[in-house]
């Protein structure tokens, strides 16, 4: 097992000299972020990339993400040149050794939350999510009124992309995906990038829009379309344990047992009700993920690539990118390895 922490990039208040200092962290998992979606990424951008963590005593283990344009996702003619500028991409990672690509397929939305800053009872705050919040949202307006999200919308924009997924229901967007594995998993094969997708967050339809990644039957049917090893998944246990349907252990024994975990994911969830859920420190105790059956099972299946503490609450005061504080998830990549030692010694 890597242990790697997020890095996003020069604009990161959380340097990468800082990184360096979490004992035991040795990778970094990274992206371009101002080249325009659908466009390739420029091999001489991502080689400066490289060289940057490089110089910093790190490796850069992990690109997450390239993200997939929504014409793929909608199977418009277009996708043609864009899943070509994709495999780009991904050619461009395997020339520079950049082993594994983490993407995912959701619809418009990347992982969404009502509440960037819920207070909990020890006075951090934590990301938090809420059908009934979520279902009271305007889209009418743009991405304006949804917490935290990135990508903006205008209202125009977000409209007439909502209306043409009316006509991509679940298995249209299934037959969408299928075309863009079949023409980028050989080519990542055959330069030797793991394709890592990353499943839906929260693992169900939000705003009417389908999702499909979001248990083990998804992961097995999606590696079984290009059955090839660079065919794979990042296991993420906060996504999928938001679903208390999904037995964790028992879909990274399924899919890791086939050899096709290539990343991981670990966070803690704590259910509060029916689709709601708050994010919650790492250990095992204060959540509803059993972090120590789903690294025994990563163990047993012989898991060895990069895992990395996914979001963390804010703590002692810290401020920054929802999820992306540094002191959280460092407390979280030194559990992470304690449970791991014990595991595995
Ligand atoms: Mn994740």
């Not at 003619?77 to 994709?86: A, C, G, I, S």
């Amino acid at each position: 097992m890597i242990m790697t922490f997020r890095w996003f990039g020069a604009d990161d208040p959380i340097p990468l000299k800082h990184i360096r200092q979490i004992p035991g962290v040795t990778g970094v998992v990274s992206a371009l972020y101002d080249i325009p979606v659908g466009d390739a990424w420029p091999r001489a951008r991502l080689e400066r990339l490289v060289a940057d963590v490089d110089e910093a005593g790190l490796t850069l283990s992990v690109v997450e993400s390239i993200p997939v344009h929504e014409d793929i996702k909608l199977g418009r003619p277009t996708r043609d040149r864009l899943v070509d500028q994709y495999a780009e991409s991904v050619q461009h990672m395997g020339e520079l050794g950049i082993p594994v690509l983490c993407y995912n397929f959701m619809p418009i939305f990347d992982w969404t939350r009502t509440d960037l800053a819920m207070v909990q009872p020890d006075g951090s705050t934590a990301l938090a999510y809420d059908d009934a919040a979520l279902s009271r949202i305007d889209l009418s307006r743009g991405t304006g009124d949804l917490p935290g999200w990135a990508t903006a919308y205008d209202a125009t924009t977000l409209g007439a992309l909502l209306a043409a997924y009316k006509e991509v229901d679940a298995e249209r967007l299934w037959e969408n995906f299928a075309y863009f594995l079949e023409r980028v998993v050989p080519v990542a094969q055959s330069v030797g990038v793991k394709m890592a997708i990353h499943p839906d967050d929260p693992p169900w339809p939000i705003f009417g829009l389908p999702r499909i990644i979001t248990d083990g039957a998804a992961f097995d049917r999606l590696t079984r379309i290009v059955d090839l090893p660079a065919n794979g998944v990042t296991f993420c246990s906060g996504s999928l344990g938001a679903a208390p349907s999904n037995d964790l252990p028992a879909i990274v024994r399924s899919i890791g047992g086939r050899g096709r975990i290539h990343f991981a994911h670990c966070r803690n969830v704590k259910w509060t009700g029916d689709r709601r859920f708050n994010e919650a420190p790492h250990p095992s105790r204060f959540g509803d993920v059993d972090m120590h059956a789903v690294l025994k099972a990563l163990h047993e299946t012989g898991f060895s690539g990069p895992m990395r503490p996914d979001h963390g609450r804010m703590i002692w005061g810290e401020t920054g990118r929802p999820g992306y504080g540094l002191y959280d998830r460092a407390l979280g990549a030194t559990y992470l390895q304690g449970l791991w030692e014990g595991i595995t010694r």
